[in-house]
């Protein structure tokens, strides 16, 4: 889903196709992390469901949808500045009434796989340093959905929500070293935010 900001506004197949071919490229070179890390999580899968859906799944919803827009409304406020939705936001909405099942297959499976590889596995990596990881892994999370119409300090303020969720998923992969947790916390609220979306279209006639 991210990856589609380098590149020029295509038609919806051309953005799954593209969206596809990084997909097979990041699962191929990551490969050996995520059929180990599969193998685990299958040999102790109660323990890690419960670890990412009764634990983590809460903490995500709580600090990236619920405080972290208390904090960017109270700050928007102390500045005097109009609350209004990210333009990835509305891009996204945009590009799902266009096309919702190829746009809620990237956004279920191929977002959140490639995005926690990136995130997780390459920034743990690179950098040893517990807190630097943490604070890149969350921050980075945040920039890249928030660099299309990027827009001082607006965009810096609305960066908090996804710093907040990009952090609560570093911790989990931190946590249980297992990158299958992340990418399963990150599915499952992306799935409920499609199926809002769906619903949403529903509703208004549009499929």
Known sequence: MFFSVFF??????????ENFIIF????????????RDLKLLKANLVKYLFFCFIIWSVIYVVLGDVIGPIIESSLMKMLGLSEEVTLNQKMVLSEFEKSPILMGIIMIIFGPIMEEIIFRINIKQIFRNIFIYYLLSGFLFGAVHNIRGF??????????????????LAIIYKKSKNIWCSIIVH????TLIVISLLSSLYEGGAI
């Open 151 to 168: 827009s001082f300090p607006i965009s810096l303020i609305q960066v908090i929500s996804y710093f907040l969720s990009g952090l609560v």
């Open 24 to 35: 097979c490229i990041v699962i191929f070179l990551y490969r050996k992390s995520l059929l």
């Open 8 to 17: 020029l506004p295509v038609s919806a197949i051309s953005k799954f196709i």
């Open 187 to 190: 599915v499952t609220i992306n």
